[in-house]
């Protein structure tokens, strides 16, 4: 069953899935977790996990986590039709990155996706990969949001990437 808003927790691992109807389901998307709740902004802090097409996909040795930290506004958090999974502690890892976006929210620099989660997670990838610093098996995505563009609204896409041999995710918990 879908999740409402009263239902969300910290460390709660979710499914998500995108608004195509095939035989009046929906598929799933992917897989993530509640890092981070900001009742009064609206905003949930989640990371996303690789989730391959099936068990052979997973490659040895990959990190589970495809994106470290993306804000997204509950509206549409809760359109991307999320199912509660499991509740896991949080990485202390993730606090940072939640912390940096609040200081910079909070000036009005960033703010939030407003896009459903798969929408946002491929906006993300198309511009990790556009930068040309590697491919998707290369790279660690450890935050992105969307920042104010030079018309004052939130038209550019920040995203800090790190070579997947540099990072060190999910590996500390709370």
Known sequence: MAMKLTDLEIGLYFTYRRRRWLLF?????????????DQEEGVVHVRIFWT???E???REGLDLVAVGHLPIVFS???????EA????PVPQDCRSSIAAWRARHAQGEVGAFSVPLWEAVNLIWETALESGNGSAEDLFIETAFPKRGPSG??????????????AAVGTKTE
Do not use: C, N, Y
């Open 25 to 37: 389901r929906s598929r799933t998307a992917g897989l993530g977790q509640i890092i981070g709740l």
């Open 56 to 58: 052979g996909d997973l």
């Open 85 to 88: 999974v499991e509740k896991h």
């Open 153 to 166: 609204g939130f038209t550019v896409l920040e995203v800090a990437t790190q070579p997947r041999s540099m």
């Open 52 to 54: 391959p097409a099936d």
């Open 76 to 82: 549409k958090f809760l359109a991307s039709s999320p």
